[in-house]
């Protein structure tokens, strides 16, 4: 309920400020994307955990907190309608297994560096407002894994992974090389877990698969 909350009101507050730029529509000519476009992104994300997977031996359920965190993107346009898009971020989030027959179990924190490269498709890119969808790949670096309050943990070891990415959101353009992006990708990311513990090792399998959610700016070369 939490994180649609979230979604409802970040949605609205959007369309709140694309108005400005859609009013001038009719006074400022429209450049368009064109092929060979060359655009920096700087925004706010936020990365929305949906969670879940299993704990063998203790059972119970994984869980990793939403987090937020500044990102950069770069986008290519090889066509006026076709571009790649890659994204850089990092964020910090708690870990957690609940249910457990241990009852809720604190893990600590780990770092997540998600590069994610996605082919984006461009349906109306002479137009002001300008919507697009998109597929890709990701790869997620966990690092920096620790911090806990449980002694019986001794360990939490995050594994990389691989998954895909679906991709929807659209530019409003604000002037010849200024963009205002709104994002929102939902990334499969179910990375194996390995937990140290006073009674023995514990692995894990936790299914973050998060929404990243994300308004920002571009600057188009």
């Excluded at 031996?57 to 006026?80: H, K, R």
């Excluded at 604190?106 to 997540?112: E, F, K, M, Q």
């Excluded at 001794?154 to 990415?165: E, L, Q």
């Excluded at 499969?188 to 023995?200: F, K, L, N, Q, R």
């Amino acid at each position: 309920m939490i994180r649609k909350t979230i979604l409802l009101a970040g949605a609205a507050a959007l369309g709140i400020l694309a108005q400005p730029a859609l009013a001038q529509e009719a006074s400022t000519p429209v450049r368009g994307k064109q092929a060979g476009d060359f655009m920096i992104g700087a925004s706010v994300i936020g990365v929305l955990p949906t969670n879940g997977g299993s704990v063998d031996v203790i059972g119970g359920t994984p869980e990793a907190s939403n987090a937020f965190t500044g990102q950069l993107d770069f986008t290519y346009f090889f066509t006026p309608n076709f571009s790649v898009n890659l994204i850089a971020a990092t964020t910090r989030h708690d870990l957690e297994a609940r249910n457990t027959a241990l009852g809720t179990v604190d893990l600590g924190h780990v770092w997540a560096l998600p590069p994610t490269l996605t082919l984006q498709y461009h349906p109306l890119p002479a137009e002001r407002f300008s919507p697009y969808v998109g597929v890709g790949l990701n790869y997620t670096l966990f690092y920096s894994e620790g911090g806990g309050r449980n002694a019986a943990v001794t360990d939490v070891d995050v594994r990389n992974s691989w998954g895909v990415a679906l991709n929807a959101g659209f530019d409003v353009e604000l002037a010849p090389n200024w963009l205002l992006n709104v994002d929102l990708k939902w990334i499969y990311m179910e990375p194996d877990a390995v937990v140290s513990t006073a009674i023995g090792r514990i692995d894990a399998t936790a299914n973050i698969n998060p929404f990243v959610v994300g308004v920002g700016v571009r600057y188009r070369f």
